[in-house]
């Protein structure tokens, strides 16, 4: 393979913006080989999130770049051959844990933002695109999860005297105190009690091989969010909140925490941001305006998602079938998704800061 040659590849690439992290492809290190027979140019490039949503995106850039250079010699074609994988975090260093490629919290300062929902509409949007994903619902001391996806009285397959299977449900693997025991059985223990508690939910559970884990934290900074961040090599951190000024307190909290303990904060999503109404249309910001925007500036992370009060979300986690699955193709489903992929993309990032891009190879027919 020659210099110049190299030197096209390059420069081609450097061409092309991945459409979600708005980062070149050659600096994102997609490129896992190229090769040139006669006038045809092949690349094998590699992507570190589902990319089925901008393959085509991808593939039309990549086109017009390459219809634009001027050196490309007797090169007339190109063919680029699109993939993704999920980026490796630190979790298989963990036992029970060995399977699951990334491990990410989804937390709130305080309870009733919304994180629940945000969390299986999460997973679910991320599922959608391919991905293998996994939900624990880590609120001990009150689990939804198990209503939010109809599994309520399901009980886990045993495997071996300390392992379980998760319980597979809408293309997800999930686990869940609610399924251990019943829905009037309470919780009375101790925070030390409850944060070992879901350390076992989480190492003894058999999970199969997934791309991602989300967990859905309880509301808080205490005892169980501690252990989750200390004992376990979380890939990063989701916090939900509302536009709320008393809920933006208590989310700052949520990622100083998260910060303090070296989790990496992959950014903000707000719920409740706008209400309109279903009689007349009128939009009106009722818990206040921007202010999952400034949270996220103030700390340097990305706004995943701004989504609006909406009735239907609510309604459809009721039924036991999230907005995702129940209406794949409404406006908020598609929020879902964008939002996903971006956490996704942001773990990229992640990777890629810990020097974890991919190896270039160079070959030619």
Aim: hydrophobic fraction near 45%; proline fraction near 5%; include cysteine.
């Amino acid at each position: 393979m020659s210099a110049e040659q190299q030197a096209l590849v390059e420069d081609l690439l450097s061409r092309v913006k991945d459409p979600v992290l708005q980062r070149d492809l050659l600096g994102l290190g997609c490129l896992q080989k190229f090769a040139i027979n006669g006038s045809l140019l092949s690349l094998d490039l590699q992507f570190a999130y589902p990319i089925d949503s901008y393959r085509w995106a991808i593939e039309q850039q990549l086109q017009q770049a390459f219809d634009e250079l001027a050196n490309k010699g007797e090169l007339a074609e190109l063919k680029p051959q699109l993939s993704w994988l999920a980026p490796n975090g630190m979790s298989a260093t963990v036992p029970g844990l060995e399977q699951v490629a990334n491990v990410v919290a989804i937390a709130s300062g305080k309870g009733g933002v919304g994180k629940s929902s945000s969390t299986v509409n999460l997973a679910l949007a991320l599922a959608s695109q391919g991905a293998k994903v996994g939900v624990l619902d880590a609120d001990i001391y009150g689990p939804s999860l198990t209503h939010m996806l109809g599994v309520e009285g399901e009980r886990p397959r045993i495997k071996t005297e300390k392992q379980m299977y998760p319980i597979e449900k809408v293309g997800l693997a999930m686990i869940s105190m609610g399924n251990l025991v019943t829905d009037k059985t309470p919780m009375v223990w101790r925070g030390p009690m409850a944060a070992g508690a879901l350390q076992q939910l989480l190492t003894q559970t058999a999970w199969p091989q997934l791309d991602y884990l989300l967990i859905d934290m309880p509301p808080g900074t205490g005892d169980i969010q501690l252990t989750l961040s200390q004992k376990v090599p979380l890939s990063g951190a989701v916090i939900v909140t509302t536009p709320q000024s008393i809920a933006l307190l208590d989310a700052v909290k949520g990622i100083e925490m998260f910060q303090k303990v070296q989790v990496p904060v992959l950014g903000v999503v707000e719920n409740m941001a706008r209400h309109i109404c279903s009689n007349c249309g009128h939009e009106e910001a009722i818990f206040g305006e921007g202010g999952g925007q400034r949270l996220a500036l103030d700390y340097g992370v990305a706004l995943l998602a701004s989504m609006p009060l909406d009735s239907q979300v609510r309604a459809d986690v009721d039924s036991g079938l999230p907005t995702v699955v129940k209406s794949p193709d409404s406006a908020l489903a598609l929020a879902y998704k964008e939002a996903a992929i971006k956490l996704a993309a942001r773990l990229w990032v992640q990777a890629l800061e810990r020097g974890a891009g991919p190896e270039l190879v160079f070959s030619q027919d």
